[in-house]
């Protein structure tokens, strides 16, 4: 049982280059999550998704696209990389029931 | 949209003593769920403990514990008998309508 995973761990991306981080939970989890951290400001929610098929936008979500195309796995885009987008970014996945949320080890962008 | 604050960006415990992280919050519902969650160096994030709005008893968890004031909208955690192991960023969070809010953290040192 792994939990939540995030793939990868680092990066180091141009200004304009595109990536996908992949989050992956095998515990049935109907909801997930996506934040970034930045010093000083805690996690802020990019986007999230309620069940398979569906997304929706969190409180920073502008330069980011999502996509859940399976229950396990929560991808996140970005399709021109900026500056601004360097920072480390979370996933989590949650029951709707529990409020819980269980988080991944987080991958580190840095965008040049 | 909901706001947390944690006030102190940064404290100091000296091991064995107890100490106090502040939080408050603001929303309109009366139906939501809080949270402070730790995140050592690791950058892993784990729960610490949680509480229901609609709950007056205060949640306890071993060494830790928090003193829910739901009219003031504070929700501070009490950490007792500090360990070396507690030190680490602590992050306050409200949990409403499948999203969470967290505040920007506090840094807890912890002296020998």
């Known amino acids: 049982n792994a939990g939540v995973t995030q793939t990868p761990k680092f990066r180091v991306l141009k200004t304009g280059q595109s990536m996908t981080l992949l989050c992956a939970q095998d515990?049935?989890?109907?909801?997930m999550y996506w934040y970034r951290q930045d010093p000083g400001m805690g996690l802020r929610l990019i986007h999230y998704?309620?069940?398979?098929?569906?997304?929706a936008k969190g409180e920073v979500p502008d330069g980011y696209n999502v996509s859940r195309l399976k229950k396990q796995n929560f991808l996140l885009g970005l399709e021109s990389a900026a500056p601004s987008q360097t920072s480390v970014y979370f996933c989590?996945?949650?029951?709707?029931?529990?409020?819980?949320?269980?988080f991944g080890p987080g991958t580190r962008l840095t965008v040049t | 949209a909901q706001t947390v604050t944690q006030s102190q960006p940064e404290m100091s415990v000296q091991e064995a003593e107890t100490v106090t992280l502040s939080c408050t919050y603001d929303?309109?519902?009366?139906?939501?769920?809080l949270f402070w969650y730790k995140q050592p160096p690791s950058r892993q994030m784990i729960l610490v403990i949680r509480?229901?709005?609609?709950?007056?008893q205060n949640a306890t968890e071993n060494r830790f514990s928090v003193n829910f004031q739901k009219a003031a909208k504070s929700f501070s955690l009490k950490i007792s008998d500090s360990q070396l192991g507690d030190a680490a960023m602590y992050f306050c969070?409200?949990?409403?309508?499948?999203?969470?809010?967290f505040g920007s953290g506090t840094k807890l040192n912890v002296k020998p």
């Open positions: 509480q229901e709005a609609y709950k007056q």
């Open positions: 998704s309620v069940g398979e098929g569906t997304t």
């Open positions: 989590a996945s949650s029951f709707p029931g529990k409020k819980e949320q269980y």
């Open positions: 515990m049935n989890h109907e909801y």
């Open positions: 929303t309109s519902e009366s139906d939501y769920y």
């Open positions: 969070a409200v949990y409403n309508f499948n999203k969470f809010y």
